[in-house]
């Protein structure tokens, strides 16, 4: 089945720092890739997507590329600032197996300090 | 603003009480979702709705069940809560899929309904 694997939190860095969050997917079909985040007591908002293989994604300073050879889709940010604190989520729907429903990873949870 | 409402954002229940979530959207969305999330497991998904009176069920939707008689309305439903749902219960919205546009398979939730089983 589809799965999402993300890498553990919290991860704790300063502000101006540079982020990555890595994510790694398994899919059945031809999946399409999202990054939504969550504020403290807020739901999932999206931040950003891709929908085929090279395409890169980008919101608010944040990228991620869609890298079909590895199953990646790694978030990244230059320099991140105190207001980006939250919990980021990587999802994937594939596009040609029908599911109608997003599968999420578990989250990793960033800390920005001042 | 366009947006996915849950009615009670907290829940304090009793084991063996019937609990329902209520979820209402205004953007004429033909998929509805209910999602769950724990710490550590993420989000899973429960059940889904992708027209009105229709249902699939998701990845856990053993003591769950839910009902869509409206477009904009979709009701989680615990027929018996036990302490193993205490959690974060999410629900969200999306255009149709398949639509080539670039809101396709986009999510709209709302801001969850932290519901405690004792």
């Known amino acids: 089945g589809d799965s999402v694997t993300q890498m553990e939190g919290p991860v704790t860095l300063s502000e101006e720092a540079f982020l990555t969050i890595n994510c790694t997917y398994t899919?059945?079909?031809?999946?399409?890739l999202f990054w939504y985040v969550q504020y403290p007591g807020e739901g999932l908002q999206l931040l950003l997507k891709a929908t085929k293989a090279d395409d890169k994604g980008s919101n608010k300073g944040f990228e991620a590329t869609y890298r079909k050879e590895t199953t990646s889709f790694h978030l990244e940010k230059g320099s991140v600032q105190v207001s980006d604190s939250a919990v980021y989520f990587c999802?994937?729907?594939?596009?040609?197996?029908?599911?109608?429903?997003?599968?999420f990873g578990s989250g990793t949870r960033l800390q920005v300090q001042p | 603003d366009v947006k996915v409402t849950q009615s009670s954002r907290y829940l304090v229940k009793r084991t063996g009480e019937k609990v329902f979530l209520e979820c209402v959207q205004d953007?004429?969305?033909?998929?509805m979702f209910w999602y769950r999330q724990d710490p550590g497991l993420g989000l899973r998904l429960i059940y889904f709705?992708?027209?009105?009176?229709?249902?699939e069920k998701g990845d856990i939707p053993e003591g769950y069940s839910v009902s869509r008689e409206k477009k904009e309305r979709f009701s989680l439903i615990l027929e018996s809560a036990s302490t193993n749902q205490t959690s974060m219960y999410l629900c969200?919205?999306?255009?149709?899929?398949?639509?080539?546009?670039?809101?396709?398979?986009?999510?709209?939730f709302g801001a969850g309904s932290r519901l405690t089983v004792l």
């Open positions: 709705s992708y027209d009105v009176k229709m249902k």
């Open positions: 969200a919205s999306s255009p149709r899929v398949g639509q080539v546009s670039s809101g396709a398979n986009v999510l709209t």
């Open positions: 999802a994937l729907i594939p596009m040609d197996t029908g599911r109608r429903a997003l599968t």
């Open positions: 899919a059945t079909g031809y999946p399409s």
């Open positions: 953007m004429d969305h033909e998929n």
